[in-house]
């Protein structure tokens, strides 16, 4: 039985993973040390390891035998990279690298790495597409792009097949509403539940290439078993479509209350998936109205 692990299983994507891979009959290891990530979330078919993926020595031996690796664990949030930009760099730049090392020295089939579209920063044209020369305006965007660089490194020094998706604002059920640093979704339902205005940074007219949770569980599979890729590149997984905070607001209904535009915040994100079509099969299928439909059904039912 093939065997894979994930970084970061205990989070909203992560978890999402780990679900789809035991529905196919899989073996799944999770390490995550539940600094963001809820114990509920963790499928009680998978083997949980409570672990910082900053201490090398004590997650090295989980990755013996391993198959497979999706490393999602990160701090993945701009606002708080801003305020501890020594902090967030420990987790997601060196904890990188130790996931990398283990994975290399356990001669792991393929990594595949979450990397994220705030690599791009503010760039004068969309879609936006891998080619373009990466300019992150935040410590976290600046973070992944790192975490990219020592991918492909890890590829031509060592020979370790390593593949980053740029994840463009992913939502769906299990998504964070709790966190003070909340993605735009989760903190719009929270805020709808408690009676309160749904607080927007900005004019609201900045645009996301938002992509459904299931689109991206399946992003990831094809990423790891393409035989295209062969270690090093880099692949956008998010939607052609772009929609702006104002009309996710719209959908979500209720007050809304404007705020100062936040430091680090992109204006305009849309995806270029030329090379995820090509390459990996893959587009997404869940419409944004769908997916914010079924996300604010998921999001009612817990609140029960």
């Not at 090295?60 to 305020?83: E, N, T, W």
């Not at 987790?91 to 283990?102: D, E, Q, R, S």
């Not at 994220?116 to 792009?145: A, T």
């Not at 299931?214 to 090093?232: F, P, Y």
Request: glycine share 8%; with cysteine; hydrophobic share 35%.
């Amino acid at each position: 039985m093939e065997k894979y692990l994930i970084t970061g299983g205990a989070g909203f994507i992560g978890s999402n993973l780990a679900d789809k891979l035991i529905e196919e009959g899989k073996e799944v290891l999770i390490i995550d040390n539940l600094s963001s990530g809820k114990k509920e979330n963790i499928n009680k078919k998978t083997s949980f390891f409570n672990l910082d993926i900053c201490d090398f020595e004590k997650i090295l031996p989980v990755f013996r035998d391993v198959d497979y690796v999706f490393h999602l664990a990160a701090i993945p949030r701009v606002p708080v990279s801003i305020l501890d930009p020594i902090g967030t760099s420990k987790t997601n730049i060196l904890g990188t690298i130790n996931v990398f090392k283990a994975a290399s020295d356990n001669n792991v089939k393929r990594v595949v790495f979450a990397s994220s579209s705030s690599v791009y920063g503010n760039q004068s044209r969309l879609p936006l597409r891998e080619d373009m020369i990466p300019d992150p305006i935040s410590p976290y965007g600046l973070q992944k792009l790192a975490g990219e660089k020592f991918a492909w490194l890890f590829f031509k020094l060592y020979g370790t097949s390593i593949v980053s998706l740029r994840y463009f604002n992913v939502y769906g059920p299990r998504i964070n509403p709790d966190s003070e640093y909340s993605s735009v979704l989760g903190k719009f339902l929270k805020q709808k539940a408690k009676g309160e205005p749904l607080t927007v940074f900005g004019s609201g007219e900045q645009t996301r290439g938002f992509c459904y949770i299931s689109d991206i569980v399946q992003a990831n599979l094809k990423a790891m078993k393409s035989s295209e890729l062969k270690g090093g590149e880099v692949i956008n997984a998010g939607s052609e479509d772009s929609n702006s905070v104002n009309f996710l607001a719209e959908l979500v209904g209720g007050e809304v209350k404007y705020l100062e535009k936040r430091e680090g915040d992109i204006e305009h994100s849309k995806a270029d998936i030329s090379q995820a079509k090509e390459l990996l099969g893959w587009h997404p299928e869940v419409s944004f109205e769908e997916g914010v439909k079924r996300t604010v059904e998921w999001f009612s039912q817990r609140s029960q």
